[in-house]
């Protein structure tokens, strides 16, 4: 699974390479958004946000910057807005 980091802030991006669905991973996580968090050796719990709005817009231009080819995954889905996923710290936000 792909994560972006900006700052503390860590999101994964559920663009399921432009298919028109989401990937079953959000779809779990929208039914039960308490995760555990593992990136090398740091590992904690977290809680899943969807971004939405003002927020997920930003986030989502700077990773099409960064990542271009989520443009061509953004034109795949169609109609679908690929989900932004937010994992916050257990005891932060």
Known sequence: MMFHREGERVVVIASNMGAADDPSW?????????????????????????????????????IQAAYPFFVEHEESAGAREIPLVELVRVGEG
């Not at 779990?28 to 709005?53: C, F, K, M, W």
């Open 26 to 62: 959000c779809v779990n996580l929208r039914a039960d958004p308490q995760v555990s968090v593992e990136i090398g050796d740091e590992r904690y719990a977290a809680t899943a946000h969807v971004l939405a709005g003002e927020d997920r817009a930003a986030v989502w231009g700077r």
